[in-house]
């Protein structure tokens, strides 16, 4: 019943910049860490960014300096706004929350699972 669901990505031109957002819904849980992976054609999926429940980040070397990662936690919400664009950054973009869900009174997951979205095409042209 979790669902991620991303927006944003398209077509960017090189240098230009855009932001991605992802909302989890369904039921009620708590989400620990948040994070953006993506997969180019051909490549494994990898990390890009990533944030605590407090607001930590965490980032890929490639994308350090250009991509922000930020979460709202009220509307179970997480963004990734990506500037400086380059074509090597084109790829399908992964939203991914680790979340306890609330599966009964009182009773929640013992551990956080991870949970992912359908994904969001951003094409950069050279």
């Known amino acids: 019943q979790v669902q991620l669901v991303e927006s944003g990505g398209g077509l960017v031109q090189a240098g230009g910049s855009s932001r991605l957002s992802c909302v989890v819904s369904?039921?009620?849980?708590?989400?620990?860490?948040m994070g953006w992976y993506r997969q180019a054609p051909g490549k494994q999926r990898e990390l890009v960014a990533t944030?605590?429940?407090?607001?930590?980040?965490t980032y890929t070397d490639s994308v350090k300096g250009r991509f922000a990662i930020s979460r709202d936690n009220a509307k179970n919400m997480v963004y990734l706004q990506m500037n400086s664009l380059k074509p090597e950054d084109a790829a399908v973009y992964y939203c991914?929350?680790?979340?306890?869900?609330?599966?009964?009174?009182?009773?929640?997951?013992?551990?956080?699972?991870?949970?992912w979205g359908q994904g969001t095409q951003v094409t950069v042209s050279s």
């Open positions: 991914n929350a680790n979340l306890r869900r609330l599966l009964a009174i009182s009773t929640w997951d013992l551990v956080g699972r991870d949970y």
């Open positions: 369904g039921g009620t849980f708590n989400i620990n860490a």
């Open positions: 944030i605590t429940s407090g607001g930590s980040t």
